[in-house]
């Protein structure tokens, strides 16, 4: 898994590519949304178009993001979401926690309101 950040209008998009399963991958995941919540980033954008499979622990490593960015006074939205990724939370009911975005610049604004 390759993992880049950019801020766009105060927004930390992480860009997300290849897969989060267990291991590595979920561990390097769980490393760098530490890090940018411990640097002060409120509001996070996970971008997941380039997330080609994800397993039970990277979507347990998904919830505890989401738990640990809202214990800081913190947001975390999703973007692109496959449609294997999609139905995968839908089935999981998580899809009514995480707010999830198919256009960017639809979710950048979601964070103003």
Known sequence: MTISTRTVDAVTVVDLNGKLILGE???????????LIQSGAKKI???????NYID????????????STGSQSGQLKLLGLT????????????LTVFEAHENEKQAIESFRG
């Open 83 to 94: 449609k294997k990724i999609h139905d995968l939370l839908m089935v999981t009911k998580l």
């Open 25 to 35: 991958d979920t561990e390097q995941f769980r490393n760098r949304l530490r890090e």
């Open 45 to 51: 954008l996970l971008n997941m178009g380039n997330v």
């Open 56 to 67: 039970s622990s990277g979507v347990g490593e998904l919830v505890r993001a989401y738990a």
